[in-house]
């Protein structure tokens, strides 16, 4: 092993070799700092869940649509329920969270509808009958609204179902859900907004 | 089936503790007869994970769904050909794969050095056996492959669509895991002669070829990547700058600046702690690529998501690069340069500049897969960092390593003059410019293809111009015929002549690149049976649509026409696969593969009175440059990497280094 | 010396075209979309399909990428710029839904980093350069390059059988 020089051979302070023998231990802690700052990055990578996308409407005015109902024909707009707390619920007849979370929206339907709640279902990426025979056999009652062409789900930024945005009386959404919702979020969430006042 | 398997992998993961504590003391404690019995442990290892494996494989082929592995990834359609590559197209199974081929290097090593082992060889194998422990402990801890089902299902779920659509898987993972486990024998090597303090190059010598065959493997495996995605994925390209693509590339990028430095470490001593740095950190990015995709640290069609295990990958990943890198930083002052650097205008100064640029474009693709990650962490926001990110940042730096590729070979070592390498470049730069100049005139308009086209032909040319040059020289200076002296004039200089053909290879994956970038172009179309369509100078019928109907799914086929000219081509049969378990049906195109272009062709989706259907078609000029190409750079490395025969110098020319000299 | 003169002229020919044609097809321009279809190509390959992992919207062979891609149609035909209609994405989406980050505030650092990096590589390398240049080599001088064709036919052999012999991988 060879071993450097402590002294420098002209005599005059610590040759270059031990400088760098000493300095070693910097460079050493220097690798150490980076190794932890790419640690800790990684590890709040691991703290995550990369799936869930953060919803950029929460806070905005939700985007106005008018709809025709999907068997009646009659169209809906979503500006003439200002003053009313509104459930818009992206679903589809082919997806099997919306299945899982279907009883919940009964539920909630059932409790809310006499409070001026309106719900509204816009089936997504769905055929006609399909969407129909789903509700039938599992049962609904409120209006289903075709977007045949999707664009009120880009608009709303939706792209998976199901997802249930609950707009306030203001017009402002308040909460968007990924996946299904359960009814205790739901029913809370609802309950708020109806005691929030119209403006 | 799955106690067996257990079992092997319980003593697997005992003769791996006991290869390491063994190594470790025997070299302490100077009992060589204890560093050699953790050699031979490395065979009892490889045969015990290869029983592990073998219990899965009997598991999956006798359909024995109590595993939740073959339960989820198996079932009784899948034809046995996909049911034998189930053993890796999920998190567990090809993690016991990774296994097997971690032992198979470990027992390449113990017997490649049974003779004679260099002072290196106990810590390497330590470091060796270390890695395989945790590899080990994955499959007997978070990720469990023998792991049963409370209740045994009738049938399993079978391998996803996906999977299962392609010969293609079953090379694919395979070549890949042979590439990035390959490194881990450098890696060894290189912390050995760190931890022995013995920094001599033998490390470097020892492991040469090691790390050329795992680049060559890892370059198989990223073009049948390409090639997968391509031929099997459907939506008309070859990369996408999926993160999970992304960490494969970046050890082969880094490896590739290594296999070039160390020339200049052999030849003139110089580079030695940025050699050791790299090879760390190829061995650390390797280790990053399984964090990322196996830790659902991002959402990938790759990744193997839902695994509870990121913690320990983590942990690992830590352990290696503080370990790697600290210990360099510790060791560094020992290391000093002991050429000198003679002229700008030399191979040695190519070669930096190789260096400078792979590791740029290195950083680039990691920068660009984890920025989304580290924007998140500072301002809660999210972005997307996809192609367009990728392509503006890496095509220049690619640009500029392609002018080195020409002009390396043409330097000298040392110093060349200006006299000399105007007379080597003349040639190919006629050829560079020229083509440059017929490509613009063409009419094409993106600067970079004008550029890619040129610098393909300039390093092309220039290659095989040094090629023919070293083959004349020994062919003037033996008396011999040309041709007659290709082999022995190959033969003398592997090194040089594969690196020669795989820079040639990379000339011709350029072309296939560009041509493709720039030239493709593509055509949606709804189409009712006998309707015909013209596109790109095709004529295209659509005939109708017939099913298949095989166990495992439901294959909808469209049948399309295709004449050019009033010729006749012959037909392409795009469809949709349709299995039982997925909601959507998955495409697999149809192509044309030619020469120059490739007709491509992909069915997105059926009416629901199934008479018509939606197409996408797609000129794609000069993909199979690409495979060729790719073809190529694994010949050349394949050249390079050929053993020859061993010889002692009988001469010492004066400016020689001592250690060259001698085989030890 | 004709033949170096030759050579000097066809290399600086081929300079000369080279740089010709680059500046040609730079001042050119890239080509515009022309066709409707083009231009929804334009504008969906900088848009990511939400639905697929990294592909854009022109790529993706997803029902939702139809959708965008015929709404961009849509826009396009209004008269929307391409900017205009990303925004009305982004405001439904949000900034992901766009393929590259923006060049504004920290998205900066990933886009300008590769320059940066390759300068600072630059002059690590330059430094490195300077520090070997003044090390002192241990043995005898270097030996400058000649080409092989000034030697003698048996000192040719010897060089030849030397420099084989060192590349040689003595394992």
Redesign the interface.
Known sequence: ??E?QARHPSGMGPSP?YR??R???I??G???AA?AV??S??????S?N??V?????VGRTA?DFTLPGLSSGQPVRLATLRGKVVVVNFWAS???DCRVEHPDLVAAWRRFQDQGVVFLGIPF?D?TQQAEAFQRTLGGGWPQLADP???T?????V??VPETFIIGRNGVVAYKQVGPIPYARLSDEVTRLLGSPAT | MDRLGTFALMLALALAVYGLVASVAGVRQGRPLLVESARTTAFSLLGVVAAANGAMLAAILTNDFSIRYVAENSSRATPTFFKVLSLWSADEGSLLLWNLILAGYIAAVAFRFRKRKPETFPWAMAVMYAVSIFYLTLVLGPTRPFATLASVPSDGRGPLPLLQNHPLMAVHPPLLYLGFIGFTVPFAFAMSALIT?NLSDRWIRITRRWTLVAWIFLAAGLTLGALWSYGVLGWGGYWAWDPVENVALLPWLMATAFLHSVVIQERRGMLKVWNLSLIVGTFALTTFGT?LTR?????SVHAF?QSLV??LY?AF??VV??GG??MI??????LRSEGRFDSPLSRESAFLGNNLLLLAMTFVVLLGT?FP??V??LT???VTVGGPYFKESIVPLFLLLLFLMAVGPLLSWRRSSADQLRRRVTLPAVVGGATMAAVAGAGVRDLAAVAGFGLAAFVAAANVLELGRGVRAYARANHLRVPAAVPAAVARNRRLYGGLVAHVGVAVAIVGITASSAFARQTEVTLSPGQVVTFAGYTLRYQGQHDVRQPQRRVLIAVVEVARDGKPLGQVHPSLNQYPGA?DPIGTPSIKYGVLKDFYSSVIGFS?DGTQATFRFFLNPGVMWLWVGGAVIVLGGLLAAWPGRRRTVALEPPARRRELAVVS | MSSSGWRRGALAAALLAAGASLAVVAARGPARPTTMPEQVRAVASTLRC??CQDLSVADSPS??AE??R??IAQELEAGETPDQIRQG??????E?ILLAPPRRGINLVAWVAPILLLLGGLALAWTAVRRWTSVRAPGPRAVPSRSVGDLSASDRRLLERALAAASEEPE
């Open positions: 092993m060879e450097s070799a760098r023998r300095g070693r231990w460079v050493a220097s690798v150490m190794v790419l640690t990055l990684l590890a709040f990578g691991l995550r990369p799936t996308v953060q919803s950029v409407l985007p082919w997806c099997a990426e055929s062409n999707s664009q789900a880009v608009a709303f930024g792209y998976g | 303090g964090f830790g659902s640290i991002l959402s998501a990121g913690p983590l990943l830590v690069l503080a890198f600290g930083a510790l060791q560094a002052w020992r984890i990650l580290i998140e962490a809660n926001r999210q909601s629901s | 939400p639905v029902r939702l959708q965008f015929q709404q994405f982004v405001r439904a989406y949000g992901w």
